[in-house]
Nanobody, 127 residues
Framework: QVRLVESGGGLVQAGGSLKLSCAASGRSFSGYGLGWFRQAPGKEREFVAAINWSGAGRYNADSVKGRFTISRDGAKNTVYLQMNSLKPEDTAVYYC????????????????????WGQGTQVTVSS
């Protein structure tokens, strides 16, 4: 059974940092893109960041550029999201996702192109 499990969420003050982790089990995602999305209350799920199969290609939403960094550890089958300079508008449930149809390619940024999803982790940024 394939599982993605996020961790690292919590409550932080504006300007602070958090590092999210997403550990995959059940299969390897080597060769495929991984992504992070978020959904705030009353809003649609939105793209945050994605990383390609090698880790060399990284893509960020404009709203998080310069503040968030996505990375991956193939040996641990884990993807990370380092979040710095957090703002209250970053408050949301954060989800990791894995694409298993586009091997060795640019990772997708649209949520419907991802096949596997984690359960989400809450990030709350206080002002």
């Amino acid at each position: 059974q394939v599982r993605l499990v996020e961790s690292g969420g919590g409550l932080v003050q504006a300007g602070g940092s958090l590092k999210l982790s997403c550990a995959a089990s059940g299969r390897s995602f080597s060769g495929y893109g991984l992504g992070w999305f978020r959904q705030a209350p009353g809003k649609e799920r939105e793209f945050v960041a994605a990383i390609n199969w090698s880790g060399a290609g990284r893509y960020n939403a404009d709203s998080v550029k310069g503040r968030f960094t996505i990375s991956r550890d193939g040996a641990k089958n884990t993807v990370y999201l380092q979040m710095n300079s957090l703002k209250p508008e970053d408050t949301a449930v954060y989800y990791c996702a894995a694409d298993v149809t586009r091997a060795f390619s640019i990772p997708p940024i649209r949520d419907f192109e991802y096949e596997y999803w984690g359960q989400g982790t809450q990030v709350t940024v206080s002002s």
